[in-house]
């Protein structure tokens, strides 16, 4: 590995890598329009990326054989025999074993599609590739594998959520998370001021109720509130307190405020592996139990990925 900067200004050199940061997050958001996977939240910083996300893998289970080569081939070349079958003139043309094989490599497309471990491989190599060539220079660029924890629940849920979009405000390099570059909340809010939510992020589709719809529940001007108190604490060294409107969403999600404050300062110290609360951690352990008897890996609809 290299152990050279990322992003942000190397002290040593003088050298400013401020731009990759625009590079990862628009790497972050054209994946999700590709994968299977939606992105709760994110924040790109000088020398790590922190990212919230929400894998759909029954959406990608919906889509034809077509629709996953398609979007396979946006991040990828795909290979002789998938491009041949998407020509349509061409398809004609092959045999039975061609079309068998089209329809196996299809298939584990698919399943990439919705694999966090492809997500990743897929946002960090391209980055590495373009800094090397920037840097004129080859070699590893990341310094190891992602880290990922499985979020069980709603409180779980918006405690990382929050964690991620105040990241900059506790490292020191925005005054509030609106303000921060290259996160989601500020994406959020920009789009907010013009009545809209953005098309590549989860949507806020408020409090849990009958039949509802794919998104975050809760309601977005409720997390507003939660992020910009929990970070004035975070920020001020203090206590502090939660508003009355944020009390709300707290009680709802069984926090109080010394055990929410707790959660969002020091999310990534206090858990590892998974984030709940009790019984969803021993319900989430016994299935992960039962599951490595059987020989079969978990499935993890919620992630944070580090």
């Known amino acids: 590995m290299r152990r050279t900067f990322l992003c942000g200004k190397d002290p040593l050199t003088g050298q400013n890598f401020e731009h990759r940061r ?8 054209f994946l999700a329009k590709v994968f299977a996977i939606d992105i709760c939240a994110y924040a790109v910083m000088s020398n790590h990326t922190h990212v919230v996300l929400h894998v759909d893998a029954e959406q990608a289970k919906t889509w034809s054989q077509e629709e996953v080569i398609t979007r396979w081939h946006r991040v990828c070349k795909g290979n002789f025999l998938s491009n041949t079958w998407l020509d349509e003139s061409l398809r004609s043309q092959m045999d039975s074993a061609q079309l068998q094989a089209v329809e196996r490599i299809a298939d584990d497309w698919r399943k990439r599609l919705y694999d966090i471990s492809w997500f990743m491989r897929l946002l960090n190599e391209p980055i590495a590739r373009q800094a090397n060539k920037e840097d004129g220079c080859t070699g590893r660029f990341w310094e190891g594998r992602f880290k990922s ?5 709603e ?10 979009d105040l990241n900059p405000v506790r490292a020191g390099i925005a ?3 609106e303000s921060s570059a290259h996160t989601s909340i500020k994406k959020r809010v920009n789009a907010a001021k013009s009545s809209y939510q953005p098309k590549n992020l989860l949507p806020f589709v408020g409090n849990p109720r ?6 975050l529940p809760f309601v977005f001007t409720d997390y507003l509130l939660l992020v910009d108190e929990t970070g004035r604490a975070v920020c001020d060294g203090k206590h502090g307190y939660i508003s009355k409107n944020a009390l709300n969403v707290i009680s709802r ?9 707790e959660l969002a300062c020091h999310l990534e110290h206090n858990f590892s592996g998974a984030i709940g609360k009790e019984r969803m951690l021993r319900e989430y352990h016994h299935h992960i139990g039962q599951q490595r008897t059987q020989g079969v890996s ?7 990925v580090a």
Do not use: F, I
């Open 253 to 261: 999600l069984g926090l109080s405020e010394n055990n929410w404050l």
């Open 22 to 29: 625009a590079w990862v997050e628009q790497r972050l958001l």
């Open 298 to 304: 978990a499935s993890r609809r919620l992630l944070s």
């Open 210 to 215: 009958a039949n509802m719809p794919k998104g």
């Open 155 to 164: 409180a779980a849920l918006v405690a990382c959520m929050a964690y991620v």
């Open 149 to 153: 924890q499985a979020l069980l629940d």
């Open 175 to 177: 005054t509030t998370p």
